[in-house]
């Protein structure tokens, strides 16, 4: 089992930056793909970036190729997401989540078998 808790919200400018950690605690990073999803008002859950166990492989949905940045550190077991050129339309509360023994680069919610509690983003034109 593991636990995550995100920070690094907050309000920001467009075309500012912020940089999301998610920490784990319990079973070691390691064994975990983790993925980063976003929620907006009255809108479903989406992928934003996934990155496989070991951090070699990545994916990054169309609408934020290029701006956001995600990785991580094992041995801080913790998982970043570093979020440029943000837009008003990247306002949503993002959630970090776990998938144990992932094997592939997941982008359905229902993959995923932990989540943190989710840290709000507001980007203001």
């Known amino acids: 089992q593991v636990q995550l808790v995100e920070s690094g919200g907050g309000l920001v400018q467009a075309g500012g930056s912020l940089r999301l950690s998610c920490a784990a605690s319990g079973r070691a990073l390691s064994y975990y793909a983790m993925g980063w999803f976003r929620q907006a008002p009255g809108k479903a859950r989406e992928a934003v970036a996934a990155?496989?166990?070991?951090?070699?492989?990545?994916y990054y949905a169309n609408s934020v190729k290029g701006r956001f940045t995600i990785s991580r550190d094992n041995a801080k077991n913790t998982v970043y997401l570093q979020m440029n050129s943000l837009k008003p339309e990247d306002t949503a509360v993002y959630y970090c989540a776990a998938d144990f023994l992932g094997g592939s680069l997941e982008t359905r919610a229902e993959t995923y078998d932990y989540w943190g509690q989710g840290t709000q983003v507001t980007v203001s034109s």
């Open positions: 990155i496989s166990r070991s951090g070699g492989s990545t």
